[in-house]
C-alpha cells in the first residue's frame, strides 16, 4: 500500500510572520470599527430596547453623518481589498509553499547532516570561536529514524553541492519570487549555499592547520544558531518534519546494508552511464 503523506499549507496560523496577513488584521480591526459606525448610522430601530444598546448604536436625527459616510466608503473598500489584494497574495504564497516545499524539505536535511559532521570533523576552541584543526574521516550516520549514511571526504564535499542545488531551485522558483516579502526575506536575508559552502572551505583549510594551535580560524556560533533557528521556523511554515538527532554507529549489520547498498547503486550508475550522460546533456541544453 502507498501512504500518500498529508500536510497542511496554512497562512493565518502565522498571521503574525506573513506581511499580507498582518496588513488584514490592522484592516480589519479598522473595519470592525468602521462597521460600528455604520450600525450606529443606521436608520433601522434597535432589536433590543435597552438604554446602553441605545448609547452606543443609535444616534440622534441630527447629528453630522461624515464617520458614517467615511465608514460606508471604508467598508467597500474593505471587500475591494480582500477580492483584489488579500486573497491573490495568499494564493501566491501558498504556490510558493507548495512549489517549493519539497526543496525545502531537501535543503533542511542536508543542512542538518552537513551540521553534524562539520562539527564532528572540527577541533576547535569553544571559548574563542576558533578551529585550530580538522580532522577527515570516515563515519556512518543514523538518525533518529533507523537510516544509515554513509560519510566520508567525497560524501562530505557533495553535501555542499546537494544544499546549494536545493537553495537555488528554491530562490529561483517563479512562485517563490512572487511570494509574501517576509516568507523572501527568511530565505534572502543570508546566502543559506554561500554559507555552507564557506563553512566547507572553513573545514579544508583547518585540516593543513599543524597541531600547535598557533594558527587558528575564527568562525560564527552566533550564524550557525541563526541558520537553525531558520531551519526550525521553516519546517512549521512548511509543514515538514527532518530528522535532526544523528549519531555515529559502529553496528557491523549497519555497515554492511549502507556499503551494499552503495555498491548496488554503483552498479546501476555503472550500467547506465551512457543514458544517463544523454540525460544530463539534455538538461543543460
Known sequence: MIVIESFKLRTKRFCLFYQFEKMWILLTAINVIATFFI???????????????K??????????????????????????YLIQIYYPERKKTLNALLSTRTSVRNMSMWIYRFLFV???????????????????????LKDDTGFVYKVDRE?????????????????????????????????????????????YEIIVEAEALDDSGALQICYSKTKICALKHDLEYLEKLFDISVSKNY??????????KIEER????????????????????????
Do not use: H
Open 155 to 199: 560524501n562530505f564535499k557533495d553535501m555542499v553541492s546537494r544544499i546549494s542545488e536545493s537553495y537555488y531551485d528554491i530562490i529561483n522558483c517563479p512562485d517563490f519570487q512572487n511570494c509574501d516579502y517576509s516568507l523572501r526575506r527568511l530565505l534572502l536575508s543570508q546566502d543559506i549555499a554561500r554559507s555552507i559552502e564557506r563553512m
Open 247 to 256: 549519531k555515529i554507529t559502529t553496528d557491523k549489520e549497519d555497515i554492511e
Open 262 to 285: 552503495d555498491k548496488k547503486i554503483a552498479e546501476v550508475f555503472r550500467q547506465n552511464r551512457t543514458w544517463v550522460k544523454v540525460l544530463s546533456q539534455n538538461k543543460g541544453n
Open 39 to 53: 450600525i450606529r448610522g443606521s436608520l433601522p430601530p434597535s432589536l433590543f430596547d435597552n438604554a446602553i444598546l
Open 118 to 140: 562539520w562539527d564532528m570533523y572540527k577541533q576547535d576552541d569553544n571559548d574563542k570561536e576558533t578551529i585550530t584543526g580538522a580532522k577527515f574521516e570516515t563515519v556512518y
Open 55 to 80: 448609547f452606543l448604536f443609535c444616534a440622534d436625527d441630527n447629528i453630522d453623518t461624515t464617520l458614517y459616510n467615511i465608514a460606508i466608503s471604508y467598508f467597500a473598500a474593505y471587500i475591494f
